[in-house]
């Protein structure tokens, strides 16, 4: 009887920046439209290197993602659904008035003197001194933010087994992975793709990781990976494939992944990327990696993996198409996988999973156990240790915490991810000439490569992943109309529904071609979650759904996000869109400072506004209501105010000045700023700490 361990912890991991790839934004997702307040004093971070404010934002939802995006370009890096940021004042303005979650963890830091710390590889951390880094901010578990020299930084990366990147040469996109909450796969008992385990080969694998070893050092810097990088290329060619290609990226020189597609018989645009890095290092050992890093483990093992199943898989007809791909430069900072993740980003990819395989030989005992970790969705992390029950004598340890490789590039640019890695960590091995395939043991190589081929071969022949995209309230409290993502005609969908998450009491089987439907005798008031699942003839259901959640109401919502702006001798009006399908109109409310509410506009059917009718020096504030076609009007909207860009107030003095010994205090400062202005028209504003600014309603008042 084989053992399932389960473990959960949280992590972090960072996304390595080359700085020959930009940041392109290729997803457009369909959103509802959504401006945010303040937008117009957004200026891009990209390359600043003026000292900012740096720390976390937390976007909880699709829609709050969208929003984020609006005021970022990028992020540094992730820390499960935290992206580390560089905050200006106008930033956190629209965060909080948009209520997104976010946290200052640096004021005033120098992106290019500021540094993500973390280790590479999977050794202890006892190999670097945190002591002595310069105030160090630990941000995840074993990563930190800690201020340092470029001279520092490299002599770290050179000569430890950590990695220490500026902020300003890390970049990821945000895109928010909403969470899995099923799977149709539990309810199989039988897997035919479970037989092409049998195919693989131990001599097969042995005759891999020796042949890699044999090059002496695949250091990223040295001849030996050319020859390395060409030998793994021929073999791909010799079974078959013919799109076999090197991408290069920039790294103080040109180095080269290695990438072999076997196109989907199917969904050829469903992908599936394999893949594990073929460059090897060592610290501290003579000769030196320019002569000596043998990595039959780290991570020829891993090579192989990746050479042995595209190997088996080479004449199988696959539904998806299956991207294997052996990246370099993974021992001095996941750079050839950060490259690859990136133009996979660029060329707008549709990556459905990662598989990852990183040292995953070495064995200590005949306890045969396997580390399989995955990200937030853990659903092809459960399906691999499943297949790993199933087809092998493997003792699948499942975590939520995926170490640290290649698959960090793809999980922080979004995609789904699975990391095997061998439990008893080869610890003398590691980073060392002491990482010899004598030491490996080549039979629990084999079992790891049979759990790798089942599980890709499963996800190869599912049916995609159905998201739910939209749920439209149709207004009569009773009716809600859900729609899916990636509709596919050859489909068959069904619709499971409840009134708890996760847990669905009824299903609807959607009649062919549409991919719309609307649920009707629902009770008003009342929250439902709706999962949809596609099926095709010739698949496997899906890995796994995702649900969506609406609620049917009678009466139109409130209008979300309101927000009030000055532009020159106006006040512009800004609010998300009303969904409903029943909507009709919205209503302005107005009222100066002191006086009572009154109705401004009406009959409003777009969701801003701008009011020319204001005057200088004076609080206008407004809120909103929506109506729908049978008149019910909602409650208000947040209240929002703010003055109109007249520029006619004469001086404004923005004060920035300390009290206090041997400062005047405060009262005194202002005496004497009114003895220096005398009659001249003039105001005060305070500016009481470093992230505080200006804001443009206060600054459009005056000409001066």
């Not at 640096?106 to 280790?119: C, E, F, K």
């Not at 290695?258 to 073929?278: L, N």
């Not at 190869?460 to 749920?471: G, L, S």
């Not at 847990?503 to 609307?518: E, H, L, N």
Request: hydrophobic share 40%; aromatic share 12%.
């Amino acid at each position: 009887m084989k053992s399932l361990a389960v473990r959960e912890r949280p992590d972090c991991r960072v996304h390595l920046e080359n700085e020959n790839y930009a940041n392109p934004e290729v997803v457009n997702l369909k959103v509802h439209k959504r401006w945010l307040v303040a937008i117009a004093t957004v200026t891009s971070l990209a390359g600043s290197t003026l000292a900012q404010d740096v720390g976390f934002v937390t976007p909880k939802n699709q829609f709050q993602t969208e929003l984020v995006r609006q005021v970022f370009d990028h992020a540094f890096t992730r820390c499960e659904d935290k992206y580390l940021v560089a905050f200006d004042a106008g930033q956190q303005a629209s965060l909080e008035q948009s209520g997104i979650e976010y946290q200052i963890l640096l004021s005033g830091a120098d992106l290019d003197q500021t540094y993500v710390v973390r280790q590479l590889g999977h050794a202890e951390q006892a190999k670097l001194d945190v002591n002595a880094l310069d105030k160090p901010l630990e941000i995840s578990a074993g990563v930190y933010l800690a201020a340092m020299s470029q001279k520092a930084a490299a002599d770290l990366t050179a000569n430890t087994g950590w990695v220490a990147t500026p902020l300003s040469e890390l970049n990821i996109r945000f895109y928010y992975v909403p969470p899995a909450v099923s799977t149709m796969l539990s309810t199989l008992t039988d897997f035919p793709t479970d037989s092409l385990a049998a195919l693989v080969s131990q001599d097969s694998l042995y005759a891999f990781d020796t042949r890699l070893e044999a090059f002496q050092t695949r250091y990223i810097w040295t001849d030996s990976i050319d020859r390395a990088r060409d030998w793994i290329v021929q073999k791909f060619l010799n079974w078959g494939y013919t799109n076999v290609t090197t991408p290069q990226f920039y790294y103080y020189d040109w180095h080269y992944n290695v990438m072999a597609v076997k196109p989907g018989y199917a969904e050829p645009d469903k992908v599936i990327v394999v893949g594990g890095h073929y460059d090897s290092i060592t610290y501290g050992q003579s000769p030196g990696p320019y002569e000596y890093a043998p990595g039959a483990d780290d991570n020829a093992s891993g090579t192989s993996t990746v050479m042995e199943m595209a190997r088996v898989l080479a004449n199988v007809p696959l539904r998806k198409t299956v991207i294997f791909m052996a990246f370099s430069a993974e021992e001095v900072g996941l750079v050839g996988s950060q490259a690859a993740a990136q133009d996979f980003v660029y060329n707008g990819t549709d990556i459905e999973v990662m598989y990852n395989f990183d040292m995953v030989a070495y064995t200590e005992d005949t306890y045969w156990d396997i580390e399989v970790s995955s990200g937030s969705n853990k659903a092809y992390r459960d399906l691999a240790g499943a297949t790993a029950s199933r087809v092998t004598s493997l003792i699948p340890v499942l975590l939520n915490a995926p170490g640290n490789s290649d698959h960090d590039s793809f999980r922080n640019q979004g995609f789904n991810i699975v990391n095997a890695i061998e439990a008893d960590f080869n610890n003398a091995g590691w980073h060392t000439n002491l990482d010899l395939s004598s030491r490996l043991n080549f039979p629990y190589l084999t079992d790891v490569v049979k759990m790798a081929v089942a599980s890709v071969a499963i996800v190869a022949n599912a049916a995609h992943p159905t998201f739910v995209e939209d749920i439209i309230d149709q207004g009569d409290g009773q009716s809600l109309e859900v729609f899916w993502s990636d509709c596919d005609p050859t489909y068959q969908y069904s619709v499971q529904y409840g009134t708890s998450p996760g847990v669905y009491s009824d299903t609807v089987i959607v009649p062919a071609g549409m991919c719309s439907y609307t649920f009707s005798g629902l009770t008003e008031g009342q929250a439902y979650y709706f999962a949809v699942v596609g099926s095709a003839a010739d698949a496997y259901p899906p890995v796994y759904t995702v649900e969506g959640s609406e609620t049917p109401y009678m009466v139109p919502r409130a209008p979300k996000s309101f927000s009030a702006g000055p532009e020159l001798n106006q006040i512009v009006l800004d609010w998300a869109d009303n969904r409903e399908a029943d909507f009709s109109h919205y209503r302005i409310w107005r009222r100066l400072d002191g006086l009572d509410w009154s109705l401004y506009q009406d009959n409003v059917t777009s969701s801003s506004w701008i009011d020319a009718s204001v005057v200088g020096q004076v609080n206008f504030n407004y809120r909103v209501t929506a109506v729908d076609v049978s008149g019910y009007e909602s409650d208000f909207s947040s209240e929002s105010g703010s003055y109109a860009g007249t520029f006619d107030g004469g001086i404004l003095l923005v004060d920035e000045i300390s009290q206090g010994a041997p400062l005047p205090n405060q009262a005194t400062q202002e005496a004497y700023f009114d003895t220096v202005f005398g009659g001249t028209p003039h105001a005060l504003t305070y500016v009481e700490n470093i992230s505080q600014a200006l804001n443009r309603s206060t600054a459009g008042r005056y000409s001066s």
